[in-house]
């Protein structure tokens, strides 16, 4: 057999792995979706949800841990500060696509983010698109970022320091699947309430996956959210005025 021959059935081979892992993914994606496609409305919220507000963190120390379930394992998360958030969504990344493919333990058990802004930023939302551009996705070395930026002529009405201390890119674990489903529903440029808990997360043997940040000023991957991003445990989201809980 010569090498051209080789070369053929190798790319071939190719193809159809390829092609059996992105009917994997799909079949995986909309398996995902029907799990949580029909969550019930807890109850109605009569007053509007107010954004002007920063976050409210309340720290809380020794917290007994919380036992939760990521889509193939066990994790123990310890609550670091009860956490509600109100604001205006910007981004959403459900990430499901090649589910099974350099997915790490975060993925399994963080299963949604969302960009979230608050104060003046979720006042106008026409002025702020105008502005400044938002991106959440993950990147090649496995990280779930949030990017914004300006966009020319770069004469923002918002500094570069009230952007980032007026914007949240929170990784959601949620209690159940009501609350799950309820944040499925989330739209961008929906207004939302999140509440439940900052937690760090932990495997089942004690294994440390990821610390939550605990600060909205805080913008270095040094930091301790490993760049500044919140892990909620969520048990409660608000949208307009329906609540899932």
């Known amino acids: ?9 190798f790319c071939k081979g190719c193809l159809i ?29 009569g007053s509007q ?15 007994k841990y919380i036992k939760a379930y990521g889509e193939k394992d066990i994790y123990a998360l310890q609550p670091q500060a009860h956490y509600s958030i109100s604001g205006m969504v910007v981004t959403k990344n459900t990430n499901f696509w090649f589910r099974d493919i350099m997915r790490n333990q975060f993925d399994d058990i963080c299963l949604m983010d969302l960009g979230i802004v608050w104060g003046d930023l979720a006042n106008d939302r026409k002025e702020l698109y ?6 959440s996705h993950k990147t090649l070395g496995q990280a779930r970022q949030l990017e914004w930026r300006s966009k020319p002529p770069h004469n ?9 201390s007026h914007i949240s890119h929170t990784h959601l674990i949620p209690a159940n699947y009501n609350v799950m489903g309820g944040l499925l529903r989330i739209k961008k440029n929906d207004i ?10 932990y495997t089942d043997k ?6 939550t940040s605990m600060s909205r000023t805080d913008t270095d991957p040094t930091s301790r959210g490993s760049g500044a991003c919140e892990d909620m445990y969520v048990k409660q989201v608000q949208i307009g005025n329906k609540i899932y809980k």
Do not use: C
Not at 22 to 31: A, Q, R
Not at 56 to 62: D, E, K, L, P
């Open 1 to 9: 057999m010569d090498f051209v021959k080789i070369f053929e059935y």
């Open 17 to 45: 792995l390829f092609l059996l892992m992105l009917l994997n993914s799909m079949l995986g994606d909309v398996l995902f979706r029907l799990k949580y496609a029909f969550p019930k409305i807890s109850s109605l919220e």
């Open 49 to 63: 949800i107010i954004t002007v507000n920063d976050p409210v963190q309340i720290n809380i120390t020794n917290a």
């Open 130 to 135: 105008k502005h400044w551009k938002f991106k």
């Open 156 to 164: 923002t009405p918002w500094t570069l320091g009230y952007v980032s």
């Open 192 to 201: 939302v309430k999140l509440d439940g808990y900052l937690v760090d997360i």
């Open 206 to 211: 004690s294994e440390l996956v990821a610390r």
